[in-house]
């Protein structure tokens, strides 16, 4: 991977209950510029950070689509409207094509 300069100075929070999957996304995301990775393995904590508004990328993670796709709703309605405005990410070890129509839907990219 190389660095890309329009990631530089921005923030980015990697939500993840599985410690190593926390991890290797928040290493892969400094590897291509993200200076300010916060991780985070609990959704309530993660919440919080999120009604912040200082993010500007949200990633959302787990093994299968329950978790990550939880995480994804619970942040756009927990938070108060038009706080998280960049974009959210999910990521699974699986996936197949209902699996991505259920992620758009509730408002992940």
Excluded: W
């Excluded at 209950?17 to 928040?26: E, G, T, V």
């Excluded at 200082?54 to 309605?77: Q, S």
Aim: with cysteine.
């Amino acid at each position: 991977m190389s660095l890309n300069t329009s990631f530089l100075g921005k923030a980015c929070m990697v939500v993840a209950s599985d410690d190593s999957l926390c991890s290797l996304i928040a290493t892969s995301l400094h590897q291509i510029g993200f200076a300010d990775v916060l991780k985070s393995g609990i959704l309530t904590e993660a919440i919080k950070f999120a009604a912040s508004g200082i993010y500007d990328l949200i990633v959302c993670a787990g093994t299968d689509i329950d978790e990550p796709l939880d995480m994804i709703r619970r942040i756009r309605m927990e938070t108060p409207e038009g706080v998280v405005t960049g974009p959210m990410i999910c990521v699974i070890s699986h996936m197949d094509v209902g699996n991505l129509s259920m992620m758009r839907n509730s408002g992940a990219n």
